[in-house]
């Protein structure tokens, strides 16, 4: 009885390893089966769209923050002290040069000019009564002399008090804009108070702001600029000055660049967005910004290429990114003009797998048929 039980127990392990043995066999033969089902398998194909990179021009650009400026711009403030007598300033009026805005009273040195003209005429009229009387040998020339310096004191006070009047009298220096004013008739206003300010009003307008001193050392007079205002297309300019010196705190410098067409920018005094160009322009090449793709290791993008089966596939590609333009964005390198690269789907890609271009989406409304549109159910050429 006790030799059956070691018997018994080679019985079951040997039926154990001929069972384990068994089912080894059958799963190797399961998984050669399925290897030999994969080969007839077709790969998986991923569908695509994918555009062709085109050449750019990119042009590096620094934004600087600047101010509109009337190409002529003054503050009014009174030259002499006195009461108002009258005043034509009203906001925002266009007013030609030479227009009276504001006069002050000169009673007082109208009388006093009156008064200089009476002596003024009182010696002229010696002076030639002097004059008849020298030819008649009457008189020395030494009076002639003094009675013609008489007369050119006394035209000189007349002109003293008629300059008085005038600078009472405030005229517009050009044709301009009046700011907001606070004058009254009536109203005693001190030496050098301030009136209102006068906007040129000009077919152009300046635009002042301050570039670095790496920038500003690359600008010259002439150099194209670009002014935005708000949500508002860009408006061409042209630096016409630059600052003699660079700001030793901010180390940066002055410039000016000047619109043509005041009625394209705000008024002045408003602030607005100039693009300064830094650097010569580059040769770039220009992507829709849907393929550029974002990983640990940079920038990439999938570049379709057919294989030796003349089967279009993808590999990544490394590259170097400019600005973004519109729905395009510019690369700068790592990728040539022509090559395609894929967009609308290329979330899904990896390395090496074959793809299908899927047909372009139609527009809205319908393809409009201009050149360099996609048409939806056509395949572009490799």
């Known amino acids: 009885m006790a030799r059956s039980r070691p018997v018994a127990s080679f019985v079951l392990i040997g039926a154990l390893v001929l069972g384990a043995a068994g089912l080894a066999a059958w799963k190797h033969e399961a998984l050669a089966a399925d290897d030999r089902a994969a080969l007839n398998r077709p790969e998986p194909t991923e569908a695509i769209e994918l555009a062709t990179a085109q050449t750019r021009e990119d042009q590096r650009t620094t934004t600087s923050v600047g101010t509109v400026v009337a190409l002529r711009s003054i503050t009014l403030r009174t030259e002499t002290a006195g009461t108002v007598?009258?005043?034509?300033?009203?906001?925002?009026?266009?007013?030609?040069?030479?227009?009276?805005?504001?006069?002050?009273?000169?009673?007082?040195?109208?009388?006093?000019?009156?008064?200089?003209?009476?002596?003024?005429?009182?010696?002229?009229?010696?002076?030639?009564?002097?004059?008849?009387?020298?030819?008649?040998?009457?008189?020395?020339?030494?009076?002639?002399?003094?009675?013609?310096?008489?007369?050119?004191?006394?035209?000189?006070?007349?002109?003293?008090?008629?300059a008085l009047?005038?600078?009472?009298?405030?005229r517009a220096p050009f044709r301009a804009r009046v700011g907001l004013s606070n004058v009254h008739v009536g109203q005693y206003l001190d030496e050098g108070e301030e009136l209102c300010s006068l906007q040129g009003v000009d077919d152009a307008v300046h635009v002042d702001f301050t570039v670095s001193q790496q920038v500003a050392a690359v600008l010259s007079e002439g150099s194209p600029v670009l002014v935005r205002s708000g949500d508002g297309p860009p408006v061409p300019a042209s630096i016409v000055a630059l600052d003699a010196r660079v700001d030793p705190k901010t180390r940066n410098a002055w410039a000016r660049a000047?619109?043509?067409g005041a009625d394209r920018v705000p008024a002045p005094g408003a602030s607005v967005r100039v693009d300064v160009p830094v650097g010569p322009p580059l040769q770039a090449v220009a992507i829709p910004v849907s393929a550029l793709r974002k990983g640990p290791s940079g920038d990439h993008v999938f570049v379709a290429e057919?294989?030796?089966?003349?089967?279009?596939?993808?590999?990544?590609?490394?590259?170097?990114?400019?600005?973004?333009?519109?729905?395009?964005?510019?690369?700068?390198?790592?990728?040539?003009?022509?090559?395609?690269?894929?967009?609308?789907?290329?979330?899904?890609?990896?390395?090496?797998?074959?793809?299908?271009?899927?047909?372009?989406?139609?527009a809205a409304g319908g393809g409009t048929g201009q050149p360099g549109e996609p048409i939806a159910g056509a395949e572009s050429p490799p």
């Not at 004059?131 to 003094?146: K, N, T």
């Not at 030796?308 to 400019?322: K, T, Y």
């Not at 690369?331 to 271009?357: D, M, N, Q, Y």
């Open 85 to 162: 007598a009258d005043v034509a300033l009203e906001a925002g009026q266009v007013v030609e040069p030479g227009t009276v805005l504001v006069a002050l009273d000169v009673s007082v040195e109208k009388a006093e000019l009156a008064a200089e003209q009476a002596e003024v005429a009182l010696a002229t009229s010696m002076l030639d009564r002097v004059e008849r009387a020298s030819r008649d040998q009457g008189v020395s020339a030494a009076d002639v002399d003094r009675a013609r310096a008489e007369r050119d004191v006394a035209a000189a006070r007349a002109a003293r008090a008629q």
């Open 165 to 170: 009047i005038d600078k009472k009298t405030i």
């Open 258 to 260: 000047l619109v043509e």
């Open 306 to 362: 057919r294989d030796a089966q003349q089967q279009l596939r993808v590999h990544v590609r490394a590259v170097q990114v400019g600005t973004v333009v519109g729905d395009e964005i510019l690369v700068v390198s790592g990728l040539s003009p022509g090559e395609r690269v894929a967009t609308s789907g290329s979330f899904k890609l990896r390395e090496g797998v074959l793809v299908a271009e899927a047909a372009a989406a139609p």
